[in-house]
C-alpha cells in the first residue's frame, strides 16, 4: 500500500518516458548537429577568453591517457561503430543493396574524395608538410550535413536525403580505410592479431544471434584496446565491429549507441578539438596547408561529388531520380564540403607533431566547414521556394 502510494505520488513513468523521449530526440540528425555546433562554438569562446584554462583541460590526465586522446580514439570509435551499422543497413536494406540505385552516390562519394585530395596538393604544393594532409579534405561529416539538410531543406524529396546519407556512408568507409591504410606508421602485429581475433569472435557470436549484452561489452572493449596498442587508429575497430553486427540486433543497436554517440561522444570530441585561438585569424590564410584545406573542401568536394555523379549519368552508369533535378544534386554536393569530425581527425594525425600548423588547420576545417553550410543552405533554401511555387502553379 504504502510503495503504491508513493508511487502516485512520485511517479517514475514520465521520467522514463522524458529519457526515452530524449533519446528519440538524439536519434536525429537535427538535434546532434545542433549539440555538436553547441560545443563547437563553446570550445571557440573558451580558448580565446581563457586559452590556459582550455588547454589544460585537454591535457588532463584520466588514467593512462589525456582526455583529449579519450576523445579522439575512444569516443570517436562510438561515432564509428555508429557509421559502421550505417553501412551495414545499407548494404542491406539500403541505397547500396540495389546496384544500379548504388551506381549514382558511389560514384560521387568516391570522386568526392580524389578531386578535393587533388585540389589541396595543387593549392599546397611546395609548402613544407603539405604532403601529409592530402586526405583532411576527402570526409564529410554525417551529422553536421543532414543537420543542415533537415533544416534548411525538410520540404525537399526523400531521394536527395537518401543520396546525401549514402554518399557520406561510403565517404566515412573511404576515409577509415585511409586512416588504416596511410596514417598508421608502426603496428605491433601481436596487438593487432589479438585486436582481430576479438573482433573475429565478435563476428562468430552475432553470426549465431547470441543475445547477450555482459558479453559485447567487454569483447568491444577488449577489441578497441587491442587496436590501439596495435598502433592502427581504434576507430577502425569501431567501424569493423559496427560492419559485423548482425542485422538482428543492428537496429537495438543503433537504438541505444546513437544518442550515446550524437549526445555526447562527438560533442565532447569537438568540444576537445574546435577550441582555436583566433588572435591571429588573418594570418592563417598565408599558410598554403591551410588554403588547401578549405579549397579542398569547399571547391574540391563540390566539383567530386556533383561531377561525379554528372559523368555517371552522362556515361549511362547510373540514374537521376525521377524526383531530383541537377540544381538539387548541385545544392547538396555543396554539403559535402562540411569535414569537421573526421576531417579534424585526420588533421590531428597529420600536423599533430606540429601545434602551430594543427591549430591553422583545424581553423581551416572550421572556416571551410562553415562556408559549405552556409552556402549549400541558401541553395537548397532557393531550391525549396522555387519547388513550392511550381506547386502553387500547379
Known sequence: MLVRRAAEMWPIRPTVRYARTLAEALRTETIGGIIMLVATVAALIWANVANDSYTALQHTSLGPLELYHWAQSGLLAIFFFV??????????????????????????????????????????WGAPGAADGWAIPTATDIAFALAVLAVTASAMPAALRAFLLTCAVVDDLGAISIIAIFYTENVDLIMLALGALTIAVYAVLQRRKVKALWLYLPLAVMAWLFVELSGVHATVAGVALGLLTNLDHAEKADQYVRPLSAGFAV???????????????????????????????????????????????R????????????????????????????????????????????????????????????????????????????????
Not at 560514384?107 to 595543387?122: D, E, K, S, T
Not at 568540444?271 to 578549405?294: E, K, P, Q
Open 83 to 124: 557509421a559502421g551499422l550505417e553501412v551495414k543497413e545499407e548494404f542491406v536494406h539500403g541505397e547500396l543493396s540495389n546496384v544500379r540505385k548504388a551506381a549514382l552516390p558511389i560514384i560521387a562519394a568516391v570522386a568526392g574524395m580524389i578531386v578535393p585530395a587533388v585540389v589541396f596538393l595543387a593549392v599546397s
Open 267 to 313: 560533442p565532447v570530441f569537438a568540444f576537445l578539438s574546435a577550441g582555436v585561438v583566433l588572435d591571429d585569424f588573418g594570418g592563417i590564410f598565408t599558410d598554403r596547408v591551410v588554403l588547401g584545406v578549405i579549397a579542398g573542401l569547399v571547391i574540391g568536394k563540390f566539383l567530386g561529388v556533383f561531377g561525379g555523379a554528372w559523368l555517371a549519368v
Open 315 to 394: 556515361l549511362g552508369l547510373a540514374r537521376l531520380s525521377e524526383e531530383l533535378q541537377w540544381r538539387d544534386m548541385a545544392a547538396v554536393s555543396c554539403l559535402a564540403g562540411i569535414g569537421f569530425t573526421v576531417s579534424l581527425l585526420i588533421g590531428e594525425l597529420a600536423y599533430g607533431d606540429d601545434p602551430t600548423r594543427f591549430r591553422a588547420v583545424t581553423t581551416g576545417v572550421l572556416t571551410a566547414s562553415l562556408i559549405a553550410s552556409v552556402l549549400a543552405a541558401v541553395l537548397l533554401h532557393v531550391r525549396v521556394r522555387k519547388r513550392l511555387r511550381t506547386q502553387d502553379d500547379v
